[in-house]
């Protein structure tokens, strides 16, 4: 089955910053690769979606990397704010049947 | 527009006991997923239904069963609670059948088993 690992440490940066979250995963090369944001007693929110043959996607002020080689995404938040402090998620999917994996996630704390 | 509903938000079961949380999606969503997070862990897929068809199961035992309605809502159900099935229970809508689209998560429904 698909693994993925996620840095199980909460990851703290000072304010206007970039923070940088890894996402590495075994097995087979996912056709998807989302991330999500958690907040603490809610459910996760949607950020961006990368597919197999993309390299990178950007919204706003983040930018999501996929490399199929290293079996892994990365996730950057340029000029991070306190607001951005949560815990972010990445989820997979081998495309063709619907059986997402979900990361434990990693927390960011962003101190102004 | 209202986003996905889940009800109860809380829920307090003893061992032995059956349990049945309810979705709605997000007006015009025909896809509904299911999803178990326990505490310091990702979300865990459990079901994905379609057009009131089940089309996705995770690795979860038979007490645990779904459905969904003509109107897109869905029921999940859990029958003889184990002290583990304690979690926060996760509903997502999208528009369609596909990974590719973006899934809308619910609050949740925290389930604690005594």
């Known amino acids: 089955s698909q693994k993925i690992e996620q840095n199980s440490e909460a990851l703290n940066i000072q304010e206007g910053k970039t923070a940088t979250l890894t996402c590495n995963y075994t097995n087979y090369s996912p056709a998807y690769l989302q991330w999500y944001r958690q907040d603490p007693g809610r459910g996760p929110v949607f950020l961006l979606l990368i597919r197999e043959n993309e390299k990178e996607k950007r919204k706003e002020r983040l930018k999501v990397t996929f490399d199929t080689t290293l079996k892994q995404s990365l996730f950057h938040i340029t000029a991070s704010q306190p607001a951005d402090s949560a815990t972010y998620l990445c989820?997979?999917?081998?495309?063709?049947?619907?059986?997402?994996?979900f990361g434990r996630g990693t927390s960011l704390i962003v101190h102004p | 527009d209202a986003g996905v509903t889940q009800s109860p938000t809380h829920l307090i079961k003893t061992r032995g006991q059956h349990v049945t949380l309810r979705c709605s999606p997000i007006s015009g969503h025909k896809s509904v997923s299911w999803y178990q997070q326990v505490l310091g862990q990702g979300p865990q897929f459990i079901f994905q239904?379609?057009?009131?068809?089940?089309?996705g199961r995770g690795n979860f035992p038979d007490r645990f069963s779904a459905r969904q309605f003509p109107n897109y809502s869905s029921e999940l159900n859990v029958n003889a609670l184990l002290l583990g099935d304690s979690a926060l229970y996760l509903c997502?809508?999208?528009?369609?059948?596909?990974?590719?689209?973006?899934?809308?998560f619910g609050p949740g429904t925290r389930l604690l088993v005594l």
């Open positions: 997502a809508s999208s528009n369609i059948w596909s990974f590719q689209e973006t899934q809308y």
């Open positions: 989820a997979l999917d081998r495309g063709g049947s619907y059986i997402p994996t």
């Open positions: 239904y379609y057009e009131k068809e089940e089309r």
